[in-house]
T-cell receptor, first 114, second 112 residues
Framework: KAGVTQTPRYLIKTRGQQVTLSCSPI?????VSWYQQTPGQGLQFLFE???????NKGNFPGRFSGRQFSNSRSEMNVSTLELGDSALYLC????FGTGDNEQFFGPGTRLTVL | SQQGEEDPQALSIQEGENATMNCSYK?????LQWYRQNSGRGLVHLIL?????REKHSGRLRVTLDTSKKSSSLLITASRAADTASYFC????????????FGQGTRLTINP
């Protein structure tokens, strides 16, 4: 069974630009969660999508948004990038949803904002 | 502030020794999970322990949970160089949004 894939793996953007990250979950998983990891703040929950609906949301500004498609693939968008958005963005998939069972993580997308 | 706090922040031991990492949390939880991360890569799930469980084993891993003290520990026995990684505890809260809240992690180094 193929694991969680994330594209692109690395990305360099400049302040003010926007970026879209993609996550393909394990086949059959309907839940996709997104996390931001930085040295200062650690791993922080962004949001979770389940069957195309945002089910949970973390404490991030509206510049961070996401969506999920009917095939469970998910995209995350960050608009008006700031230097502080530089981070490793991880997505995780599971069958039932966030927290109540094992989350399978992708390798992450390393975003650098210059 | 973080729900989960790991202790120690860094741990360096010799191969073959046991490694113990601790996690404390603040509010009531549904479950607690341990993950491993190698060098800025994705996380790998190790063990999930529910609030009504006290101990779980998986291979060389042993996790305990003390809900009265709001703490958990991860024991890795007979450590190997390949165990070098960062270890995170994550809690699923009973109340509020259904999301995993991660601690800051323990950086474990196994010296050959």
């Amino acid at each position: 069974k193929a694991g969680v894939t994330q594209t692109p793996r690395y990305l360099i953007k400049t302040r003010g630009q926007q970026v879209t990250l993609s996550c393909s979950p394990i086949s059959g998983h309907r839940s996709v969660s997104w996390y931001q990891q930085t040295p200062g703040q650690g791993l922080q929950f962004l949001f979770e999508y389940f069957s195309e609906t945002q089910r949970n949301k973390g404490n991030f500004p509206g510049r961070f948004s996401g969506r999920q498609f009917s095939n469970s693939r998910s995209e995350m968008n960050v608009s008006t990038l700031e230097l502080g958005d530089s981070a490793l963005y991880l997505c995780a998939s599971s069958f039932f949803g966030t927290g109540d069972n094992e989350q399978f993580f992708g390798p992450g997308t390393r975003l650098t904002v210059l | 502030s973080q729900q989960g706090e790991e202790d120690p922040q860094a741990l360096s031991i010799q191969e073959g020794e046991n490694a113990t990492m601790n996690c404390s949390y603040k509010t009531s939880i549904n479950n607690l999970q341990w993950y491993r991360q190698n060098s800025g890569r994705g996380l790998v799930h190790l063990i999930l322990i529910r609030s009504n469980e006290r101990e779980k084993h998986s291979g060389r891993l042993r996790v305990t949970l003390d809900t009265s003290k709001k703490s958990s520990s991860l024991l890795i026995t007979a450590s190997r160089a390949a165990d070098t990684a960062s270890y995170f505890c994550a809690t699923l809260l009973i109340q509020g949004a259904q999301k995993l809240v991660f601690g800051q992690g323990t950086r474990l180094t196994i010296n050959p």
